[in-house]
């Protein structure tokens, strides 16, 4: 595992903060756009559906912006070390309770499988969804609550595979054919 922006190896854990909001707000404000420019060249019903665009893009803007100040200011969301995988709310999930971490497909995402029998956490970065509903969709979706998006995060699903490998104690990584990941 290498230090991100450094060269050289790292032998700490891998800690995970919010990422940006780049290639967001570009699909926002392409809706935006698109809406605005309904209202401006358009009669009838166009301009009514460009209304609505721009509002819904306005509020998908402003949900998105206030998501990320929150989330930034938490500071460490996920933790990977030896200890396991720790979230920003202090619970520790323990190698021994994953039985594998999967990246299904070409999906941007991995996915910490339990074993038999435990039971991991959610982590979900959508402020506006409540636990328990957050809880049964990822479950139900992957097989796991415990599901990171790199994308939304600071590190590359490369650096997560290579914390897990090197503090997992050979918790596998998978990709989705069953066959050992490279990272």
């Known amino acids: 595992m290498t230090k991100r922006g450094k060269s050289g190896p790292d032998f700490g854990p891998l800690e995970i903060r919010a990422g940006g909001l780049g290639w967001k ?8 756009l698109f809406g605005a420019r ?9 301009v009514g559906l460009g ?18 100040v929150i989330w930034r200011r938490k500071g460490c969301l996920v933790r990977l ?34 074993r038999d029998g435990a039971t991991l956490p959610v982590f979900s970065q959508e402020l506006f969804l409540r636990p ?10 992957w097989g796991s609550p415990l599901v990171l ?3 939304n995060l600071d590190v590359s699903r490369d650096e997560i595979i290579d914390a ?10 998978f990709d989705e054919r069953r066959q050992l990941a490279t990272g």
């Open 51 to 68: 209304i609505s665009l721009c509002g819904l893009a306005g509020f998908g803007v402003l949900k998105l912006v206030v998501e990320h």
């Open 149 to 151: 998006v790199p994308r």
């Open 164 to 173: 897990v490998r090197q503090f997992g104690g050979g918790v596998p990584v």
């Open 81 to 114: 070390d030896d200890a396991g995988v720790t979230l920003f709310d202090g619970q520790t999930v323990s190698w021994r309770e994953i039985s594998e971490v999967r990246y299904p497909g070409k999906s941007p995402l991995l996915v910490f499988l339990p």
């Open 132 to 141: 328990r509903a957050a809880r049964e969709r990822l479950t139900r979706r």
């Open 25 to 32: 707000l570009v699909t926002s404000a392409s809706t935006l």
């Open 38 to 46: 309904l209202v401006m060249f358009e009669d009838g019903y166009e």
